[in-house]
């Protein structure tokens, strides 16, 4: 199953320089790393990165991510994929740029 990662541009930078990361300021302020299903992932987009230019949609495997990545219900009771270690930069499946139209992120079709 494909998971997904939200990045600034800054921060997917520092990523592939580091080869590594601990996650954006929310992930290190709630102690994991914040992932997104397909189905979740447009909404949350919308909900915490509206109109916000310089987006990647990085994908994971979720089973690669082993049992440091946990399930808990999040937004609504739905459950949502959290990593309690570093995200290493040989764990990222695929990684597109998100074109913002007017205030809208246009995700890829193909996002499996």
């Not at 949609?57 to 082993?66: I, K, N, P, R």
């Not at 949502?80 to 007017?102: D, T």
């Amino acid at each position: 199953m494909r998971i997904y990662k939200i990045f600034r541009t800054p921060e997917w930078e520092v990523f592939q320089s580091d080869g590594w990361t601990d996650g954006a300021p929310v992930d290190l302020a709630d102690g994991f790393i914040h992932f997104s299903t397909a189905e979740q992932v447009i909404e949350t987009t919308a909900r915490h990165f509206a109109g916000i230019d310089g987006l990647w949609l990085v994908a994971f495997d979720a089973e690669a991510l082993g049992d440091a990545l946990k399930w808990e219900p999040s937004r609504g009771g739905a459950l949502f994929p959290h990593l309690y270690r570093q995200l290493r930069l040989n764990e990222v499946a695929w990684v597109k740029p998100l074109s913002l139209v007017g205030t809208v992120h246009q995700f890829p079709d193909d996002m499996v």
